[in-house]
């Protein structure tokens, strides 16, 4: 089984030359500052002992489906061996090239592509545009993304259907579900007037739901949301909505 001992011996080299990139714990680093959407790497087990695996994820947390600050969204994907190594996507302890690779390979392969999703309308965007690498984004994330962009008579569009789904009619299964679903029922007569103020203010109630109190925060900006009129770089500083009410 991978160690967190072995994760650090792999990281520590790659996050002393990337001063952006934080290690957060659960075998995951992470790009800084944190805004409304993470970029991460995440080292992460398998069956085999001597192996592991490693991706690069994008996760939106103020999505009404994002569970927790530990979550990979549904964008993200492999990082594989450098060609002239074997191994493929397969990364093993007892190999020691892997420590240079995987500097190499985080650089070249994920460390750009995250770095220049550095707006909310950026990632957003690329998810949308990138059906392979962001798998099935479902109703919930296309909501997310609606309001999250003042998309707002989209939204209202999608989320019809949705109102009549049994979010509404019968009890949640699993704590979750019924996390999302009270989010969807708080989204109802907000998003019927077209409160912008509200939706920005629920918005960034979910994304403080999600980062208060992980090992996240320290490093999380509350910036406004394109829906608010403003769309700035991670590192732009504004207090949201949510925080002026």
Known sequence: MTTVR????????????NPDLVDAGKNTLWLTPINHVGRLIFIDRT??????????????FFMPGTPSWFSLGRCGDRIGRSKHFPGGWGWRWSDPTIYEDFIDRVEADALPLLRSLDTTRR?????????????????????G?????????RAQELFAPLRAHRVW????????????????????????????????ALLAQWEAENL??????????????????????????????WTRL
């Open 123 to 143: 990632c957003l965007e690329f998810q949308r545009g990138d059906p392979q690498r962001s798998g099935y984004l479902d109703h919930y994330w296309h909501l």
């Open 6 to 17: 072995q994760v650090k011996g792999l990281t520590a080299p790659l996050l002393a030359r």
């Open 145 to 153: 993304a609606f309001l999250a962009l003042g998309e707002i008579e």
């Open 47 to 60: 069956s085999n002992p001597d192996s592991c695996a490693i991706s690069w994820h994008v996760v939106g």
């Open 212 to 241: 208060v109190g992980s090992p996240l925060e320290p490093y999380w900006q509350r910036n406004a949301f394109p829906l608010e009129g403003v769309d700035q770089g991670l590192l732009g500083f504004r207090i949201s909505a």
């Open 169 to 200: 009619e019968q009890p949640a299964e699993t704590l979750p579900e019924q996390r999302r679903y009270e989010r969807l029922r708080a989204l109802d007569q907000p998003l019927r007037s077209g409160n912008r103020a509200a939706l920005c």
